[in-house]
């Protein structure tokens, strides 16, 4: 059984940092590209980050690009998304996926399950 558990999300003030964390069960991670995806209430999904399967190349939206970083621990079957200088517009549910990364979105693979997602709120 196919499973994303996505992790540390919480309640930051602007300018805060936070790091998720996506671990996956039931496939073989290094065979994958992760990306990382938001929504927000009323919002439409908006890709955030991609990696490629061994983590050579990783991409950014230009609305996170030199403050995330995305990394991935094949051995630890995780990938996570360090996330600094948090705006509120930063704001919303993380979610991973694993597929195929278009620039820095990802074409994730149906695996007919998805995460929970976890909270971020970056207010003050």
């Known amino acids: 059984q196919v499973k994303f558990v996505e992790s540390g999300g919480g309640l930051v003030q602007p300018g805060g940092s936070l790091r998720l964390s996506c671990v996956v069960s039931g496939f073989r991670l290094e065979h994958y590209a992760i990306g990382w995806f938001r929504q927000a209430p009323g919002e439409e999904r908006e890709d955030v980050s991609c990696i490629s399967s061994v983590g050579v190349r990783a991409d950014y939206a230009d609305s996170v690009k030199g403050r995330f970083t995305i990394s991935r621990d094949n051995a630890k ?17 993380y979610y991973c996926a694993a597929g195929l990364c278009r620039d820095f979105t990802i074409v994730p693979r149906d695996f007919g399950s998805w995460g929970q997602g976890t909270q971020v709120t970056v207010s003050s």
């Open 77 to 93: 079957s995780t990938v996570y998304l360090q996330m600094t200088r948090l705006k509120p517009e930063d704001t919303g549910v």
